[in-house]
């Protein structure tokens, strides 16, 4: 038995991605649609903005347009099998992100704790127990802590200020639902209990917390592509653009495969991938109908063979 793509999973499940977004907005949560299968928005970025319809005065953002309305969920959701986002700005929520320390083996050979040994450690020292509010065990392994906003707090996102491996998402954040499927998993819910206001022992540390070091994951700048695969992307068509005859096809193919990867990661969307490599197999000079079924050969190989991201 072959086993089932991710996108092919996806579309199983648009019944109880739907559900998943309904079941989100009822708790009061800001929901946006994600890539089938991936973590950024299915929202159309700034960069590509057509201008129309819900932008037509200027660009509305994921997060503004981020909803709890049951019946502008059910038309996003019936149009594909999205994978649910929360906006947590605008849901009033501030979210921990609990992280697991990247592949102890290998060149990243980092001895940084997990995010929830972090986060115990920062529970011992407060003098508290660990939290009991609506948690998400995450695909990689990691945790999702949802806390409300106390009144009147505007905080921002952190990425590793506050201890090793842990995140929090707040405004200009986004965090993936319980019942999203990536190609590593599924994201469950595994506290159904309501999300408790964040502790004032967490509230201080929040906003005392220097500034992030670091630009944020690139996963989470919805609606665009990450910045690495926006660089693979140039590099591999420029290699197709200038193939000698007699290896355009196996150029075309092979680079597009090492493309697809970062489409089932949902780090950039197959429409800009097809496109990109369309241009350029035609501007070495093959067919545009060779180029066409060479890269849905490619990327379908990608979907069926490509490994969960590893640090997802
Ligand atoms: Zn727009």
Request: hydrophobic share 40%; net charge positive.
């Amino acid at each position: 038995m072959t086993q089932p793509t991710p996108i092919r999973r996806a579309r199983a499940q648009q019944p109880e991605l739907l559900g998943a977004a309904l079941t989100a907005a009822a708790r009061g949560w800001h929901v946006h649609p994600l890539r089938p299968g991936g973590k950024g928005s299915a929202l159309h970025g700034e960069r590509a903005c057509p201008l129309i319809g819900v932008c037509t005065k200027g660009h509305v953002k994921w997060e503004q347009r981020a909803t709890t309305d049951p019946d502008r969920i059910r038309i996003a959701w019936s149009t594909g099998a999205f994978n649910v986002g929360i906006a947590t700005g605008p849901s009033g929520l501030v979210v921990v992100d609990l992280d697991v320390p990247k592949e102890k083996s290998g060149k990243d050979s980092s001895d940084a704790p997990s995010g929830a040994t972090s986060f115990a450690a920062l529970c011992e020292h407060a003098g508290v127990p660990w939290p009991a509010t609506y948690t998400v065990r995450t695909p990689s392994g990691g945790m999702h802590l949802y806390f409300q906003s106390p009144p009147g707090v505007r905080l921002p996102c952190t990425a590793k200020s506050v201890a090793p491996n842990v995140d929090t998402r707040a405004w200009g954040g986004n965090i993936v639902a319980a019942g999203s499927t990536t190609a590593a998993g599924t994201y469950e819910a595994a506290d159904g209990t309501p999300a408790v206001t964040l502790p004032g022992w967490l509230l201080q540390r929040l906003q005392t917390a220097p500034k992030p070091a670091v630009a944020p994951a690139p996963l989470l700048i919805p609606g665009q592509a990450t910045r690495r695969a926006e660089v693979a992307l140039e590099r591999e068509t420029a290699r197709v653009r200038n193939a000698p005859e007699g290896q355009r096809h196996d150029l075309l193919l092979k680079r597009t495969i090492a493309i697809g990867r970062f489409v089932v990661w949902g780090e950039i969307t197959r429409d800009v991938v097809e496109q990109a490599f369309g241009a350029a197999g035609e501007a070495a000079g093959l067919p545009a109908a060779e180029c066409r079924s060479t890269i849905h050969d490619a990327l379908a190989y990608s979907a069926r063979t490509c490994r969960a991201r590893e640090t997802a």
